[in-house]
């Protein structure tokens, strides 16, 4: 039964989990849109061996499930090349953000290329730089048209964070589940409190992402 | 690469490979249960009393974003201590219901989204016409609304067949459980696990080229303009 | 007559297996007002996209200002341009579009300031004097802060008047701009055009239907066919004494 005796017992160890949580959240989203333009920006590249081989990295990844990969960083990779990732922290982060990183990369790619042929004329005809056309004139469209995806991938990520209790990670699935093999009955109350949690976190991404998708709808030539 | 071997992976290759009946089971089980489950939220979305449609979408956006590892783990360890309507449910069904529920909420938007794009003209052809609300929705809006979200409803069948495996985590002994039971039993988790990347990687991507082309040929039948030309600005 | 400005040497152009452009022989006068009539798919438009460097010749040369557009020396070959080459000749030429191609994110001012600041390399200060003076004289001096999409379609080509002026060309291209107008908006556009061609000291050359406008202001007009120039002359020669059939049953077209 949820009882408050039985919430305030519970709701000060979850709390416990939450910095690490937001930890892996937080550099998850770093470096997942940071691998996003990096792999979206080789796959536009006019090097064919970067565009292949980024078109590998996009396809294995997508191809694959997040936990498949998180398992196989961690248990796998350092058997196969003799080197640790470094932390089960980093194996986790790893995992999510590569994984989204590859996603992601599609939507800057795309989004890119949908910039309309004008607008690079146009700067063309303004005798820009080709580095000054991206910089100028493609780029800053090309992120407007990103925003409402890129938002949805803030709530994905959050959800996929909870993988990590799973390698260990001390996150608030994993002391709710320290929590539920303690005490059974308690379970309902328990598993509840972590997904409240979880949602509480996903508010904030929820109201990002809304003012995301309004920011998008200015600004964009698209074809 | 020296750690690598091929006698390990010949051995735990028909090992894993017997769970692949139980993901692609469970894959199909939970798919059939969410674009069932997703009609619930579109017709909530549909609903006019808003006392009771505001909080069961917050019920959806809930579901939505909270992780479907956790909400697993609440069917499967929690549901069988819930007082009165609590029962203990196998790890299959679990998983069925779990990720079938979370994935029904996007699908409910699949469904929504084909709903709206039908023409306005349309729905006024129905009325014209006289037809009672079942009519109209069988005979007009659906026949319309659900054709062009096939190609989207295929991504989310990929999609969760890539999920599935979480439910090894509450022992549903499909390919990656097999893999972590081997790994475990022989202390090699190496050619296991990248056996298990093989599969997903063998059945996803064919099946992804697939949608893509079924999308393509979606868009020229229903008349969706492929982007040409650019807009004035 | 002095050095022209722009010399088209038998210039062709394909796009895969369609020949556009059958060897084009043209020299502009700096200063000179060029018109470009034909039918839809004479390759009108192509003969401006290949001097804004939009589009390769497949063969022939274009020279600008004494300066090889699509090919640069090295080690004493003629070699393809690169990007580099290709900016050096390209400064001197400016292009108003069918579709007006404005930046959307940007202010009208910042659309005008952009270019003279960073290829240029103005100061911000004088950019933006000049680019508020050449907006003024386009006559949307009010609208300074406004974005492309609050304005109308005559007010977009004005400011991409203003924002290709405020480089200061010797060449200006102007390809089919009336064309996506409605046709109350038209008359805006053509009076900034005419100020521009007043002032006398650029080239221009307009890829143009406004058969009336092209005999007003033009020195020469073109009608171009199947890829090639079938008739130059002054207006008054081309547009009402020539014996040209196609070309009369073009202006035909025009007139009724």
Sequence with gaps: MITINAIADIFPVLMKGVEITVTVLLASIVLGYLMAFIAGFCRLSNNILLRKFTGFYVEVFRGTSLIVQLFWLYYAFPILFGIEVGSNFWAGVLAISLNYGAYMSEIVRSSILAVAKGQSEASTALNMSRFQRMRLVIFPQAVRMMLPEFGNYLILMLKSTSLVSLIGMTDILYYGDILRSSNLSQAPTVYFLVLLFYFILALPLIWLTKKMESASKKGVASQ | MSNWSWSTFSDAFPVVLEGLGITLGLTIACYLFALIFGFIWTLIRRMPIKVIRLPLLWVMEFIRSTPPLVQLFFIFYAWPMVPVVGMALDPFVSAVIGLGIHYSTYIGEVYRSGIDAVDNGQWEAARALNYGTSKKWTKIILPQALPPTIPMLGNYLIIMFKEVPLASTIGVLGILAMANDYGAQHWRYLEPLTIVAILFLVLSYPSAILINKLERKMNKRFDKKEPTGSKAV | ?256
């Design chain 3, 1 to 256: 007559m002095s050095e022209p400005i722009v010399r088209y040497n038998d210039v062709h152009k394909s796009f895969g297996d369609v020949q556009v452009l059958k060897g084009i022989d043209l020299d502009i006068q700096p200063a000179e007002k060029v018109a470009v009539i034909g039918p839809s798919g004479s390759g009108k438009t192509t003969i401006i996209r290949m001097l804004m460097t939009l589009e390769q010749p497949t063969s022939g040369s274009i020279i600008v200002d004494g300066k090889n557009l699509w090919h640069m020396e090295k080690d004493g070959d003629l070699v393809p341009a690169n990007e580099k080459h290709l900016r050096q000749v390209r400064g001197d030429i400016g292009m108003v579009f069918q579709h007006f191609n404005l930046f959307p994110h940007m202010t009208i001012l910042e659309n005008c300031m952009t270019a003279p600041i960073h290829v240029q390399k103005k100061d911000k200060e004088s950019a933006k004097k000049d680019s508020i003076e050449m907006l003024e004289k386009v006559g949307l001096g009010d609208k300074l802060d406004d974005y492309p999409a609050m304005l109308s379609g005559g007010q977009k080509q004005r400011v991409a008047m203003a924002r290709a002026l405020v480089m200061h060309p010797k060449i200006m291209l102007f390809d089919e701009v009336t064309s996506a107008l409605d046709p109350e908006l038209v008359g805006e556009v053509l009076e900034v055009i005419r100020d521009i061609a007043n002032e006398g000291e650029m080239a221009m050359v307009l890829v143009t239907h406004e058969m009336e406008f092209a005999r007003d202001i033009a020195d020469r007009i073109l009608f171009l066919d199947n890829g090639v120039i079938a008739e130059e002359g002054p207006p008054m020669d081309v547009l009402e004494n020539s014996t040209n059939e196609r070309l009369q049953s073009f202006l035909h077209r025009f007139r009724t």
